[in-house]
Structures are given as structure tokens and as C-alpha cells.
């Protein structure tokens, strides 16, 4: 490994270390990382650098029905069950 010392804001090192520690990771795994996911290509034989995005998923209903019967659902004509309109704060 060859070390290499660069400068940022304050800012830019709060948000460095934090996403380091949320994904368990140290300062300098993450930026290899985040380096090597901004350069072309890579040495032979490499493996690319896989982006890891947390929010996959975050947003599932576990619905299948969602885009056939979106105007009944946002009008509020369905439960998860399909039984009886349920109303929000009702």
C-alpha cells in the first residue's frame, strides 16, 4: 500500500467518517472504495468494485397489486387485506 495525504473541508471529513462508520467500515477501506468506484477499469484480474446501496428495498409495500389498482389505493379503498377503506388518524 502506498500512503497518499490529501486535504478536504471539515464538512467533507464529518460526512467521510460518518458513512464509514454506518457502513462498518474504516476511513481508509472507504476511501480506497470510493476511489476505485470513480476510476476507469482496474488491474487485471481485479474484480470491479460493487456499489452497496442500503435503500434497496426501503420502500417495499410487499404489495404485487400496486400499479393495477394505484387510483383505488391512494383514493383510500383498500387495506393490505382488501377489505374496507381504512383511514389515516381515523
Known amino acids: 500500500m502506498k500512503r497518499t495525504t490529501i486535504k478536504i473541508d471539515e464538512s467533507l471529513d464529518a460526512r467521510m467518517r460518518h458513512e464509514a462508520a454506518r457502513r462498518g467500515m474504516t476511513v481508509s477501506e472507504w476511501t480506497r472504495e470510493a476511489i476505485a468506484a470513480h476510476l476507469p477499469g482496474g488491474e487485471q484480474g481485479e474484480a470491479p468494485v460493487l456499489r452497496r446501496f ?6 417495499d409495500s410487499g404489495r404485487s397489486d400496486i400499479s393495477e389498482r394505484m387510483e383505488e389505493l391512494l383514493a383510500g379503498l383498500a387495506d393490505e387485506e ?3 377503506p381504512s383511514r389515516l388518524g381515523a
Open 82 to 84: 382488501g377489505g374496507p
Open 54 to 59: 442500503h435503500s434497496t428495498g426501503s420502500g
